[in-house]
């Protein structure tokens, strides 16, 4: 039988360190922060970083700028576990979420880039942070996995097409699952909402199902206005094994 798992990934890239909302450190603390992560210059630390590629810095240097910036422990939302939602006609249902997270799902932090430059008298320093579980989610069921197959491809893409006719008795086995009347579930089926509306209850899933949040070590040096903030990249991939 082919079993299924799904890896979550989630990046804050870049991860940007704020002074009072401002985009930069002042540079006067830059000898205690290159002291922190242990180097004597801005040469050393540019030295280091060139025998390093792209998103693929050594476990040693990690650890040195971890000292630099605190990664919570990813935060699982529950609520977004248990069902999704639908809206069909301006009307909103819920449906039982094919997902399920594993039992005690492993997290890898990684730093992956680091920059610190100096801008006259501004110090800019940025970070590529990321979080990963491998085989994080799973299906509920049988016809939960048939519901999943439907709107992810193998490289966890989501399809958004029209439903094909051959997928409607698996959907409305799915609604009727969720405890909506056959009568209604049918209605639902043929509106021209349902494929869009459940592509954007899945994606809106994978959005908020892991939260990761960054903070900053400096506030002993630099004071309680720091803070880091970076745009997020998210995804899922898909991994297949055969279990006999």
């Not at 998103?55 to 700028?65: F, G, M, T």
């Not at 992810?152 to 959907?171: P, Q, V």
């Not at 699952?177 to 049918?186: M, R, V």
Request: with cysteine; glycine share 4%.
């Amino acid at each position: 039988m082919e079993n299924k798992k799904y890896s979550i990934w989630r990046w804050i890239a870049p991860a940007i360190f704020n002074v009072d909302f401002e985009q930069y450190i002042p540079f006067e603390f830059s000898n205690e922060i290159l002291n922190l992560i242990g180097f004597d210059s801005f040469q050393d630390l540019s030295n280091e970083l060139r025998l390093h590629k792209r998103n693929n810095l050594s476990k040693r240097l990690q650890k040195k700028i971890c000292n630099l910036i605190t990664v919570e422990d990813p935060f699982i939302n529950s609520d977004s576990i248990t069902n999704i939602s639908i809206s069909i006609d301006d009307k909103y249902y819920k449906l039982v979420n094919p997902f399920k997270v594993v039992t005690k799902p492993k997290f890898s932090l990684e730093l992956a880039d680091f920059s610190m430059e100096r801008s006259s008298e501004k110090l800019i320093v940025s970070a590529r942070i990321s979080v990963a579980s491998n085989n994080f989610l799973e299906a509920k069921s049988t016809l939960a996995q048939k519901i999943i197959n439907i709107y992810l491809s193998e490289n966890g893409i989501l399809s958004g097409g029209l439903i094909e006719n051959e997928h409607k008795s698996l959907i409305q086995d799915w609604l009727q699952e969720s405890g909506i009347k056959l009568s209604k579930s049918k209605k639902i089926i043929r509106s021209e909402d349902l494929s869009f509306s459940l592509k954007i209850a899945m994606t809106d899933f994978i959005e908020n199902t892991l939260v990761l949040t960054a903070s900053s070590k400096l506030c002993d040096i630099v004071g309680d206005g720091i803070s880091i903030d970076g745009e997020e990249e998210l995804g899922l991939t898909v991994s297949i094994s055969n279990e006999l």
